[in-house]
């Protein structure tokens, strides 16, 4: 049994977290968020020492530490801006990190972090759960048994509808999410080039505070992408079912069927994660050096 600490237990993404800690057979040890509305904790761990300030916490892992019952890892779900630091939080305390999407906002960041693993031996992880799904392994499959000549046509569209309380909170301050780009697109990014390889053009046409638009050319593939938290952009098909989301991937004008079979991602990952062979900072990387490009790039 594995012992862990969680930092943004109290955030959104945490339950899928303490869900996938409790199903790998491991124990939560200590939590950690400024927000004590964290009743989630007794569904799963209510023996977890809970913190509400990060000063307390580092103290009480480093307690742990010195009386030779150290964690393990450090599983950070705090907002994308803290990433960097939570992660150098875990391997100074000699726990690896698993770290939620982007792992970080900047590839220069992703530099830092390889020098820090060298330095602790410790190992930082991230979260890329669509490498897990299997609609997408069946494509990538399917890709790579295909014409190796070929160059595939894609249209990914993904439109998660936000209120105005989205560019009140940190996720509408680029300097800290990162954008909409970054912050709802990651993972398609990293997806997309998981399959049909690295980037070699990136034109942007669009992109204000709700959506993201342009164009991809990757090894294998022409990709036209569109991002938003705006529902004015949600197409009619998904008004009439009264959806707020839509999420699309067509391939040669072809539907790609994705949209059951998140639940038990995180498991999956975590699973991985323990047995060695999660994705850490080289298969993050591609991403964010992608990320940091869109949300630079002239329009």
Not at 33 to 47: A, E, H, R, T
Not at 89 to 103: S, V, W, Y
Not at 218 to 243: G, H, Y
């Amino acid at each position: 049994m594995k012992k862990f600490a969680l930092i943004g237990v109290a955030g959104f993404v945490a339950p899928r977290h303490l869900k996938a800690i409790k199903e790998t057979g491991n124990k939560l040890v200590a939590a950690l968020d400024k927000f004590d509305q964290v009743g989630i904790l007794d569904s799963y761990f209510p023996g977890a020492d809970f913190f509400t300030e990060f000063e307390r916490f580092d103290r009480h892992i480093d307690k742990l530490k010195r009386q030779g019952d150290k964690i393990d890892y450090v599983s950070i779900c705090t907002p994308n801006y803290l990433h960097d630091s939570h992660i150098r939080f875990a391997l100074r305390h000699q726990a690896d990190a698993i770290c939620e999407k982007p792992l970080v906002l900047n590839p220069w960041n992703v530099d830092a972090l390889e020098e820090i693993e060298r330095e602790t031996g410790r190992k930082v992880n991230t979260i890329l759960q669509l490498r897990h799904h299997q609609s997408i392994i069946d494509l990538k499959n399917r890709i790579a048994k295909g014409d190796q000549n070929k160059k595939y046509d894609i249209d990914l569209s993904y439109i998660t509808s936000r209120g105005n309380w989205y560019q009140i909170s940190w996720k509408g301050d680029n300097s800290k999410s990162g954008g909409v780009a970054t912050n709802i697109g990651i993972h398609f990014f990293d997806m997309l080039i998981w399959i049909f390889g690295a980037v070699k053009g990136n034109e942007v046409i669009r992109q204000n505070e709700h959506t993201a638009e342009g164009i991809l050319e990757l090894e294998r593939a022409r990709v036209k992408w569109m991002l938003s938290i705006d529902a004015s952009t949600l197409p009619q098909s998904a008004l009439e079912k009264n959806q707020r989301t839509y999420r699309s991937i067509k391939l040669e004008g072809e539907e790609i069927e994705f949209s059951e079979g998140f639940t038990d991602l995180h498991t999956k990952s975590y699973q991985e994660i323990l047995k060695g062979n999660g994705f850490g900072l080289a298969d993050a990387r591609p991403s964010i050096d992608l990320v940091h490009a869109i949300r630079n790039a002239k329009i």
